[in-house]
């Protein structure tokens, strides 16, 4: 085992585990005041009018007439509000705040206040949207983004093609559930905004406060406080509270506590998105697959957010772990009256693989064929093109990761035991996560930076990558302490503030330990070179491989400056009475490089899969009208203790070329390949196809009553 | 306003003389009545808080009967070592360990949920409850105490006081729950079933189902058609059993489960019962 690879006490563990943490709702400041969101209660309306009732002293309204410059949340396109004006587009948008010393005396006004609403007819879904006309939702169109992408030559393997499988799959919304919901807390000193609170991304808050307040930088300060679980759920959304509680702090010019109630939380942060996809393949005289047809449709919710990025991720993912030559990928994703879908942990690629692996299941049952020989015969190679053209330059595993995971689980002698024994099932999935940002966009967009300061003995880490829960205060020590050869004692990595830490770009995407690992071991290389030096300090900068392309407008290139991969295996047994899942044991092998920390690795790894199992048996969430229905802990079911089954996991070794001591990503990976194994196990033990997650008892018994 | 009684006949005295919602563990009315956090719950009456009455804190148990406080705690309950092991599985899997600390029978009870888990045992088992009030008690059998979902007979100056199970010895005891999880669940369906099976003849039965009607569903016609048969004749009259059931089976779609899912299973389990586990 490499020695950066051996486990070691977390840094944020004793104040977490005694306690000690404070968090945004834990704090305090003398003066503070509460602020409560006012929020829209019909998904599509023009606003009449707003009647607010007379305010008691120290009450507070702020609507977007408190809005310096300009009244938009900068995502990738600038259509969400930081507060409705005119119209509202879900159920659950933000048109004001009431601030105040007492929640009571906030309660009051907040029920006296009466919005009167002429409503539109709401579009409620892809389906809806793909017909709807006038009025759109967004610009004229009824969809925020289309994509197209072409490999090979997708016509003339369509002539060729002898025979054609096709599928539908459906994929529902999943919410993050992190156990603090959405918190900020807000102080005005009369000059400088501070945003101290529960977020992914400081450096989105600080764009979003400088395109509001239209300020210079130097006034705007974000400070990450202790946080209680994100899983993508904090990326962008935070910086509708940041901004919200900004305002009514330089209104009241008292410090702002914004903290969502979680009724509130799950109703109108930012969900998965839920999807449709078809797959077609095309296949030749030989069997052979020599063609696919894929279209993927995502719900968007009411504004445009991450979906074009989530939806590009879809796209790169779904041709999945195979090479096929010949393909033809679009994807839409639509606008609807419904809550703002964004990221979350996966960040399309769950709905991607979902797909894509019963797609190859369900060639496999037609061909009749073995659905791992199927598998192994497409896998992508070193020196292969993935699907947008980009060449695989590092060695490709897949081949010992599936040995691993079918030897370790038994696969084999189940899968075909299980044939003849009723109500058991086991099934596989293969997967790959593309590891930081789509394309180019770590050197086009986030241009991320890195600081290293010495004093003496001791050096400190200054980036902008937040602490949620994945390891990153004690990651990244062990990083900077290797490169050094000094112990881990003399390096200091706080939480980060934007004031001293540059920019490093978000904390998303499997790009923390990838890309600011590596800049920050590179940072660290070069310090040593100047170790004799009392105190200075180094910015290192990213710098774009010189081995990876991208044209992000044909989508020709490498999607992803690094790919993980892994392999699962789910066993399960159907209750005969109640036709619950069971299941009996997980599997997991993954070549995510070098871990760096073998605890950290296998909390993720576990964590993960957990979210994933939910995603595909528990978690139902559904939309009535533009409204959740489950939008309680006691509705929306995520998995207890209780119902985690023994999950074995394995790393297979194959350091990264690029990654800081050959590490690569893996907050997301672990999440991605659950459903499709799952349900695969769940098809062999009913002995009927499954084409939609999550799958529920209920579902099952349809299914088997047939 | 909120009462904190010093006992059980003041507290009957508060009830008779004010409008109140009587609390105990609040388990439920801490959720319904919810409010922004850090401000207090939105209860639409005053409360009666009985939680800490000591007089309701005890569980007797003698040959006849168990008698439980409606003070008395799940997890004191569980803990008792003079209650039968089978009667506890339903109240091992209530909710989690903190609502176990906190939640009452009476509670249960009084809230009148369909899907309420500890309700199909004690209807089940011919469980009565005494309900008390300044002038004297009335001893009401559970099935006619809960008139409906979320609504008892329970009058406006009463307190539930105790809950009176027989304590029977039965050859076989069933429980099963099928929830949204394994834990802390509200359940879908739940059927708990006794049975006395002697020389293979069936002296005693009873099946409650839970989850599937605005009560909690017992058929006594259905059971006296069972009692009195050999188990080994059950199965030939499952079919015709199961459609008594099937009749009187009324579940409703929600957020939780379908009508459809909550029919079949409930028959499942009642198959399951009568002829798997009484034919062993």
Known sequence: MNKISESIKRYDFEDKIHGKAVYTPDYHPEGMIYAKTFRSKVSRAKILSIQIPSLPADYFIVDHRDIPAKNVIPVVFDDQPVFAVNEVNYIGEPILLVAGPEKSVILEIMNKINVEYQTIQPILNIEEAESCSAPFIFKEQPHFVHYEYHKGNFEDSVKRAKRVISDEFKTGYQEQAYLETQSILATYDGDTICIQG??????????????????????????????????????????????????????????????????????????????????????????EIIARDIEVKLDGGAYAGLSSVVLQRTIFSVAGCYNVENLFVRGTAYATNNVVSGAFRGFGGPQAFYAIEMHMENIAMQLRTDPIQLRRKYFVKQGDTSSTQGKFHDPIVLDLITDEVITLSDFKSKRSRFESEKLKGIGCSVFFHGCGFTGAGEAELIKPKVRLKKLKSEVEIFISNTEIGQGVLTTMRKIVSSALGIPIEHVHHNYPNSHDCPDSGPTVASRTVLIVGRLLQDCATEMKKRWNEESFEIIQNYAYPSHLSWDNQTFKGNAYPDYSWGANVVEVEINADTYEVDVKGIWAVYDIGTPIDEKIVKGQIEGGIVQGLGYATSEVLETKNGKLSQDTFTTYIIPSSLDIPPIFSKLVENPSTMGPFGARGLGEIPLVGIAPALASAVQQAIGKRITKIPITPEDILKEVQL | MSFRPASLSEALLIRKTNDVMVYCGGSDVMIKYRSWSGTPAQFPKDVLYIGHLKELKSIDVNDFEITIGATVSYAQFLQDERIPIEYKKPVEQIGSVAIRNIGTFSGNICNASPAGDTLTMLYALNAKVIVASTVGKREIAIENFITGPGSTCLKNDEILTHIIIPNQKFSHTYYYKVGTRKANAISKVSVFAVADVVEHRVTDIRIAVGSCGPTVIRLKEAEAKIIGSNTSNIESMIYSLLTMYDDKIVPIDDVRSTKVYRSKVALNLIETFLVKELGQ
């Not at chain 1, 979003?208 to 679980?229: A, F, K, N, Y």
């Not at chain 1, 993508?232 to 509680?245: L, M, N, Q, R, Y």
């Not at chain 1, 900004?246 to 914004?258: D, H």
């Open chain 1, 198 to 287: 529960s977020m992914q991304c400081p450096y989105y808050i600080v764009e979003s406060l400088e395109v509001v307040l239209g300020w210079d930088r130097s006034r705007i300060r974000v400070i990450q406080m202790p946080t209680g679980g994100a899983f993508g759920g904090k990326e962008d959304f935070p910086s509708i509270p940041g901004v919200h509680a900004a305002l009514a702090a330089i209104k009241s010019k008292r410090p702002v506590q914004l903290v969502y109630e979680r009724q509130e939380d799950i109703q109108c942060s930012t969900k998965r998105h839920p999807s449709i996809i078809q797959i077609k393949s095309f296949l030749d005289e030989n069997e």
